[in-house]
C-alpha cells in the first residue's frame, strides 16, 4: 500500500488485504475449560469491533456465571489432585519453552488480531509479538537459580528451610491494550511456579488469549492448569470473590483496582494490581528542547496513546515553557494519522466508540478549565469513519485541573510549568499516580539525584524507559507489587518453613 493510502479523503480509512484474511482462530465460539474447547451455557456474544473501519470483526462467546464456576472448578481441581504443583521447576519451564515456541509460531496471527481488535499500529504489533515469547523462556530460565528452597542454619532441629511453594489457583484478568504481553507477565510466572491459571480476557479484545489456549491444546498441556473465558464485570467479579481462587492478578485501571483490592481483603486472597498513571516527564534546563519535544511526541504515538505509563504530563521551567509547548505542537501536530496497517502511519485510531467519546471529554475540559489548546483537540479530516482523534497538545495546564490528575489513555499531552527544578520535582509527585517517570538531562547525576525524588515504580533517562526483567509496577494509586523479572516470580508463591529433627534424603 502506498503511504499515501493512509488518508482516504473519500471517507475513512482505505481496506487493507489484511482485512480480507480470515480470522485466525479456530473456536471464538467457545470457551477454552479443563483441556477441552466447550460450548459456553448461555448463547450471549462479544461483538469485537475493527476499529478503523468500524465493521464487526468477529463474535467471542460470552462466559455466564455457570462458565466460570466450571472454569475455577477445572483449575481448583488440576491444582489440588495432579502432581503439576509438585513438579520439578526444571520440569514446568519445559512447558513454558513449548508455549514460546508456540508465540513465535502464531505471532503473524496475534500480531494481526492486535492491530484489528484495538488499532494499534501493524509495524508495532508484528514487532512487539514477536518478543512476548522470550518472556516465557525467561522465566523457564529461572527455573535454575531461582532459590525455590533455601538451607538455614536452626538451633531447634538438624534441618531448617524455607521453601516457596505455588499459591494455588490464580485468576489472570488483562486489559485490551495489550493483552499477550500482560498475559506473559501473569501466566509464565505463574506455570513457573506451579500454579493453575483461569485467564480472563478482556471482551474488547479476547483474541490474544484464544491464541493462549490453543497453543496450550496443541502442545499438550494437562486439562485445568489454564483455562480461557471471556466475561464482562459482574461475571469477572464472581472470579474475584470465589474462595477456590487464592490469587488475583489483575491490569487495569484504578477504580477497578481498588475494588477488587476490597474484594479479595475481605477473604485475604492474594493480589497484584498494576494500574493507571499520570506519568511526568521532568525537562531539566540543560535539554535540548527539540529533542525532548521530538522523543515525547515520538512516544505518545505508542499504541495511539492507550498506555497506562505514558509519559503524558511534561514539566518543564517557565521561561522555557512557550517555547517547548509550541515545539511540542508541531511535532505532534505533524504525525502522520492513518490506517494502522499502512507501515507509513504514525498513529492509528483509538480501540472503541467509549474510548474515543472519553478523551473527546477530557478535551472539552481542558478548554473549560482553562489550559491552551496548542494543536488537535478534534477529530481528523478525511476520516468519515473509524475512532480517530486528532493528537493534542495544551500548555499553561494547571498541575491541579482534571486533564493534569486524571488518566486520559489517548494521544493528549500538558505541559505544565514549574519555577524551579524542586517545583518541578514537587508537580511531578503531586498526583495520586505513581507507574513511570522520565527525567531530560545531559547530566547522569543530575538524572540519578531527580530519579531517586521521584514517587514512581519506574523512572527513565530522556525517554520512556522500561525492562521488564528489572520489574515494572507502580507507586501509590498506580499498584500493588511487580511484574516482570524476579520479583515478579514471587507473588506466585508462597514461603514456608521447615524445621525437621533429620535430614531428609537427598538435602544434604
Known sequence: MSSDASIDRTGGAPRSAERDLPVPLHHPDRLYIDGRWVSPAGASVFDIIDPATEELYYRAAEADAADMCRAVDAARRAFDRTDWPFLAPSERAQWLRRIADGLRRRAGDASRLWTRQVGVLYSMSAASIERVGAHYDYYADLAEDFPFEVRHDTVQGAYGAVVREPIGVVAAIVAWNTPMSLLAYKVAPALLAGCTVVVKAPPEAPGEAYVLAEIAEEIGLPAGILNVVTADREVSEQLVRDPRVDKVAFTGSSAVGRRIAGICGERMARYTLELGGKSPAVILDDYDIATAAKTLAEAECTLNGQVCSSLTRIIISRHRHDEFAEALGTFFGEVRIGDPFDPAAQLGPLAMERQRDRVESYV?????????????????????????????VFA??????????????????????????????????????????????????????????IRAGTVGHNGYRTDPRMGFGGFKQSGVGREGGSDGLLPYLEAKTVILNGTPTGRD
Do not use: M, W
Open 364 to 392: 472539552a475540559k481542558g478548554v473549560a478549565e482553562g489550559a491552551r489548546l496548542v494543536t488537535g483537540g478534534g477529530r481528523p479530516e478525511g476520516f468519515a469513519t473509524g475512532f480517530y482523534v486528532e493528537p493534542t
Open 396 to 453: 499553561g495546564v494547571d498541575n491541579q485541573s482534571t486533564i493534569a490528575q486524571e488518566e486520559i489513555f489517548g494521544p493528549v499531552l500538558s505541559v505544565i510549568p514549574a519555577d524551579d527544578e524542586e517545583h518541578a520535582v514537587e508537580l511531578a509527585n503531586e498526583t495520586v499516580f505513581g507507574l513511570n517517570a522520565t527525567v531530560f538531562t545531559n547530566d547522569a547525576d543530575r538524572a540519578h539525584h531527580v530519579a531517586r525524588r
